[in-house]
């Protein structure tokens, strides 16, 4: 029997409020006239190298650093020639041209997490905390590890894990660190971004000794990992599915329950739409438009009932706690 559980721990949006189809569409439309959407992006990008900066970060020392390094080679000898990019990968998005498919994306993208990130802690949205970013992935993972009791999932069992949408594996370190007997395989789109993250890891090795790390990085689609079905013990998915339209994410969701054992499950981060912060930026023309500007799929994602698809791939039970003042941590198991 197919329930869902854990309800009353989502966050609720304020009474009465809605989302604002008017504005929404009118924003839509405009982000379809590419003078408005490139100003939009160029804007978006800055303010978040700003954010950086008045953190403290070196923004241009951290790039001239990373820009040193042969990343054409590098990109080469984790490159699977196999892979087809969808429709939805090959358009702009996070304010690049090329979306995820570029080097500036992926050399930018540890720092701007951690930009992005600092407010998230802050119902407000106002304080910054230069670790927010940190603070992000650890709730996550504190939540995760409630929604495993309630499933009656033990972690201890937890040894094969993928983490799509893996980006760097900046989410994919952080599954390490809670589970630290499991070995975790990241799956990308992106050859760009999993080339820097191959680098960062040979970084991180060295530095210990020479100790190597659990985790492998692999050039692949979400929705077809090319994994053995029954294969994993837990999916991860941290903040990918706001990028993808609706019909990609129940796909991924599909492909998950694939390779999933039974008592398997799918793990999902992401930003609450019902959450009162992510209300007033939806009610707000200039905060909506900033927000719209790197994230193309934004309307779709906000509209998706999450458990709902869920329960469509086929997983049983459907738990769900509050991560941040704006995320949730979404839990499905696989019986």
């Given at each position: 029997m197919v329930r869902v559980v854990c309800q009353a721990q989502q966050t609720a949006s304020a009474p009465g409020k809605q989302f604002n189809p008017l504005l929404m569409g009118a924003v839509e439309a405009l982000f379809k006239f590419p003078p408005f959407f490139n100003a939009a992006a160029k804007n978006a990008r800055g303010m978040i190298i700003k954010r950086a900066e008045s953190l403290g970060l070196d923004w241009e020392g951290a790039m001239r650093d990373l820009k040193a390094q042969d990343w054409e080679a590098r990109m080469k000898a984790v490159s699977n020639p196999a892979v087809q990019y969808p429709s939805y990968y090959t358009q702009p998005f996070h304010a690049?041209?090329?979306?995820?498919?570029?080097w500036e994306a992926a050399l930018e993208v540890t720092m701007?997490?951690?930009?992005?990130?600092?407010i998230v802690m802050d119902p407000a949205g106002k304080q910054m905390d230069p670790e927010g970013d940190a603070r992000l992935r650890s709730s996550y993972s504190a939540r995760l590890g409630e929604c495993l009791a309630e499933l009656g999932v033990d972690p201890s069992g937890v040894s094969r894990i993928v983490d799509l949408g893996c980006a760097t594996g900046l989410s994919s370190l952080e599954l390490l660190r809670?589970?630290?007997?499991?070995?975790?395989?990241?799956?990308?789109?992106?050859?760009?971004?999993?080339?820097?993250?191959k680098y960062e890891q040979e970084r991180r090795v060295a530095a210990n000794g020479g100790a190597p790390e659990a985790l492998t990085l692999v050039h692949g689609a979400a929705e077809a990992t090319g994994l053995p079905a029954g294969s994993v013990d837990l999916v991860s998915m941290c903040l990918v599915c706001h990028e993808l339209p609706q019909a990609a994410t129940k796909d991924i969701m599909r492909e998950a329950f694939r390779i999933l054992r039974p008592g398997g499950v799918l793990c999902i981060m992401e930003m609450n739409p019902q959450s009162a912060v992510f209300q007033r930026i939806f009610g707000n023309p200039f905060a909506y438009t900033a927000f719209k500007s790197t994230e193309p799929w934004l309307q779709e994602y906000i509209t998706l009932d999450m458990p709902g698809s869920m329960r469509e791939a086929g997983f049983a039970r459907v738990t769900q706690r509050e991560s941040t003042p704006r995320h949730k941590t979404v839990v499905a198991l696989k019986q």
């Open positions: 690049y041209p090329s979306g995820n498919l570029c701007a997490a951690k930009s992005v990130h600092a809670a589970f630290p007997s499991a070995a975790v395989t990241g799956v990308d789109l992106s050859p760009h971004f999993l080339a820097v993250g």
